[in-house]
């Protein structure tokens, strides 16, 4: 199943509704880390049977965003400083390296796709919160795309989709506010585009750590 947050849409199964409507309510923090998650209720929320929640309920699991509890059911995966510095550290440390095999293998089909994908990403800062944070996975990915390694991408994917409820949490800053974001998609697309691996590189792990350091200011 795709991981990025994507809206929902009528041809979707009743699993892969329950699942993006959870994964969603969990990224952006309308369900809080160690808060339970009780299958009749989800049932009721969700408009859905148990089945379909149990199952998106197990597919959370395998991405780290739940917790089975034994046999007693469910709960959103906590949060600590600790867990954040240890996705944060290995996503600099895949990502370098699938970027960096990305640049070297990109045709001129993987610059076009990137190029559109900012377009979207820009665009879509001026719809839903949702909409927007789809494009911004699909920019991330899509600076990946050319690297040879499937394995490595979906750890990668992987990593950005736990990153994003700290990512989230930092937004909430007052001077995670003042940082220039748009800025600092533009300086590495042109960097990509331009196929400055070593600049690209300095400026997309800065990119990532700047969102570490904010971080600090959150959580305990």
Not at 102 to 124: K, P, T
């Amino acid at each position: 199943m795709d991981n990025s947050v994507t809206p929902q849409t009528s041809s979707q199964s009743s699993t892969q509704r329950a699942y993006l409507a959870l994964r969603n309510d969990i990224i952006f923090g309308r369900i809080p880390p160690g808060q339970r998650l009780k299958i009749d209720t989800l049932k009721e929320s969700l408009d859905t049977g148990a089945s379909p929640v149990r199952e998106a309920l197990s597919l959370l699991t395998s991405d780290q965003l739940v917790d089975r509890i034994d046999q007693r059911g469910f709960r959103v995966a906590a949060t600590s400083r600790e867990q954040f510095q240890e996705i944060l550290d290995l996503r600099c440390r895949l990502e370098e390296l699938a970027v960096r095999d990305s640049i070297a293998h990109g045709s001129a089909g993987w610059e076009e796709a990137l190029v559109l994908s900012h377009h979207y990403m820009v665009r879509a800062r001026k719809t839903d919160l949702e909409t927007f944070e789809t494009c911004h996975k699909e920019f991330h990915m899509a600076l990946l795309a050319g690297c040879k390694s499937p394995i490595l991408l979906r750890f990668c994917s992987q990593l950005y989709d736990l990153n994003v409820r700290y990512r989230y949490l930092a937004g909430k800053s007052k001077s995670y506010a003042r940082r220039d974001v748009d800025a600092e998609h533009a300086a590495i697309l042109e960097a990509a585009v331009n196929r400055e691996t070593e600049t690209l590189c300095t400026l997309l792990m800065a990119h990532y750590r700047n969102t570490g350091a904010f971080l600090a200011e959150q959580i305990d």
